[in-house]
């Protein structure tokens, strides 16, 4: 069974451009959550994904942007990149109810030059 | 608005106990989770606290006092596997049941 896969694992980009990340969540999972995690810091909450819609969102701006797919999978977009951008960006795939525990995937390390 | 503070840095010998805290400032949340992370590792669920009281699952317990604002995690019989960094998040703000808000995390280094 596999667990919560990412892509890319790594990912350069620049100033100003847009990018783009990608997750696929637990089997039979219905739920992902994306998270932000800046060096030697939390999980930091970006928002998440349940029935194609997004259901709940953190203190990120607009240019955080996502989507679910049918299949459960999901993206997550950046536009307009900032150096602040740069960190590891954790996508977690759970069950919606009671159940506690959320699969966090390995992440995608981003650096913004 | 909500926050959760953790000392940052713990250090410990293999076979000791440690208990790493969590204060935190927030309302309304379903638990308290902790998580044990790797460096360059993704979180992984450690123990969840809805209720009060101890929480055991094997060599890790977590505590949970919503009076008190207090959490913590106790870690018995460490290894030098246990090396790593350790987050508090609240569960289930303002309505999200799978949002988790964490804290900065307390990185735990076991010596020999």
């Known amino acids: 069974d596999a667990g919560v896969t990412q892509s890319p694992t790594h990912l350069i980009k620049t100033r100003g451009q847009q990018v783009t990340l990608r997750c696929s969540p637990k089997s039979g999972h219905d739920t992902v959550s994306w998270y932000q995690q800046a060096l030697g810091q939390g999980p930091q909450f970006i928002f998440q994904?349940?029935?194609?819609?997004?259901?709940q969102r953190g203190n990120f701006p607009d240019r955080f942007s996502g989507h679910q797919f049918p299949n459960y999978s999901s993206e997550l977009n950046v536009n307009a990149l900032l150096l602040g951008d740069s960190a590891l960006y954790l996508c977690?795939?759970?069950?919606?109810?009671?159940?506690?525990?959320?699969?966090f995937g390995p992440g995608t390390r981003l650096t913004v030059l | 608005g909500q926050s959760l503070e953790q000392p940052s840095e713990v250090t410990a010998v293999e076979g000791a106990i440690v208990q790493i805290n969590c204060t935190y400032q927030?309302?309304?949340?379903?638990?308290l989770s902790w998580y044990q992370q790797h460096d360059g590792g993704a979180p992984t669920f450690l123990s969840y606290n809805a209720l009060d009281g101890l929480e055991e699952t094997g060599r890790f317990s977590s505590f949970l006092s919503r009076s008190d604002s207090y959490g913590y995690l106790l870690l018995q019989e460490l290894q030098m596997k246990d090396s790593a960094s350790y987050f508090c998040?609240?569960?289930?703000?303002?309505?999200?049941?799978?949002?988790?808000?964490f804290g900065a995390g307390t990185r735990l280094a076991v010596h020999p």
């Open positions: 977690a795939s759970s069950l919606v109810g009671p159940s506690p525990e959320q699969f």
């Open positions: 994904y349940y029935e194609e819609e997004e259901r």
């Open positions: 998040a609240v569960r289930g703000l303002s309505g999200g049941y799978n949002k988790l808000i």
């Open positions: 927030t309302s309304g949340f379903y638990g």
